[in-house]
């Protein structure tokens, strides 16, 4: 089977740092994806990471450890803007552009 | 640039009857994929198309059916419907369908309810 595992809710103060974990168990794996998505509104692309490591973009950083079939998001600075639900994301085939999201974690930022 | 277009945004079904949703994808993007997402769930696939051909399917039944137009654009048919199919169904976009980033393009989706 298959299955990724994100904590369901998170709350934080704006300004602080918040880490969302995620545990994937596939049958295939190529890469980790992130998306923010907003109450009501499209899931938008954060990060990817197809190797192990940190990639940052801004506020947001992800870490990939394959060997721990572990990944997380990293949101530094919270805004309030960034209470939304959070999904991480796993692409299996290099041939498809299908995805295996999780069941996502959401996060309040509160003042 | 646009981005991706659904329609309709929100629709009322009843149990046996079928859907088509609609989807734009964005601008230079050749390859459409489509998602449910139930409430409070993460998006869970359903198939993608690429060249007006379906490459890829989830674990979903054959009265989910699809096509992808020489223009790029997609339909969503789901038959027979059932009350489980009240759902969000996002349509994505992205380019290609080779190793790299995979970042897909969303739209904010049909709201399918079903009674």
């Known amino acids: 089977g298959q299955s990724l595992e994100q904590p369901s809710e998170v709350t934080a103060v704006e300004g602080a740092i918040v880490q969302i974990n995620c545990t994937y168990q596939t049958s295939g794996f190529y890469g980790l994806s992130w998306y923010q998505q907003h109450d009501g509104g499209a899931p938008t692309f954060l990060s990817y990471?197809?190797?192990?490591g940190l990639e940052e973009t801004g506020r947001f950083s992800s870490f990939l450890s394959r060997s721990d079939s572990y990944g997380y998001l990293l949101l530094q600075e919270l805004q309030m803007k960034d209470s939304a639900s959070y999904f991480c994301a796993v692409k299996k085939d290099t041939g498809r552009r299908a995805l295996t999201f999780g069941s996502g974690t959401r996060l309040q930022v509160q003042p | 640039e646009t981005g991706v277009t659904q329609s309709p945004t929100h629709l009322i079904k009843t149990r046996g009857q079928q859907v088509t949703l609609r989807c734009s994808s964005q601008?230079?993007?050749?390859?459409v994929s489509w998602y449910q997402q139930a409430l409070g769930q993460g998006p869970q696939f359903i198939f993608q198309y690429y060249r007006e051909e379906e490459n890829g399917r989830g674990n979903f039944p054959p009265r989910f059916s699809g096509l992808q137009f020489p223009n790029y654009s997609s339909e969503l048919n789901v038959n027979a419907l059932e009350l489980d199919d009240s759902a969000l169904y996002l349509c994505a976009s992205s380019l290609g369908v080779s190793s790299g980033a995979n970042v897909l393009t969303f739209g904010a989706g049909s709201r399918l309810t079903v009674l």
């Open positions: 990471n197809g190797l192990d």
């Open positions: 601008s230079g993007h050749n390859t």
